[in-house]
């Protein structure tokens, strides 16, 4: 997909959300419901995405602070 298609697609589903966003005062309580429960499960998801990111990152970088290893002086040879 080029990079135009793209940002076409994401302008399109942006307008079409618009869209329901406006109509949302008027919309039957069903309607209200269901868009509410969509909404819920795209926020969980982000928010899960966010802590297993978080987690992953906490735990993949080496140790700060390391074992410090005693660094003894050459002996004279």
Do not use: N
Not at 20 to 30: C, D, F, M, T
């Amino acid at each position: 997909m080029a990079a135009s298609d793209f940002v076409q697609e994401i302008h399109s589903i942006g307008e079409r959300l618009r869209l329901k966003l406006q109509r949302l005062p008027r919309a039957e309580p069903v309607e209200i419901v269901a868009f509410s429960v969509i909404l819920l499960f795209i926020g969980v998801v982000l928010l899960l995405l966010l802590i297993a990111c978080s987690y992953c990152c906490a735990h993949c970088r080496p140790e700060r602070r390391a074992r410090k290893v005693q660094v003894r002086p050459k002996s004279p040879q």
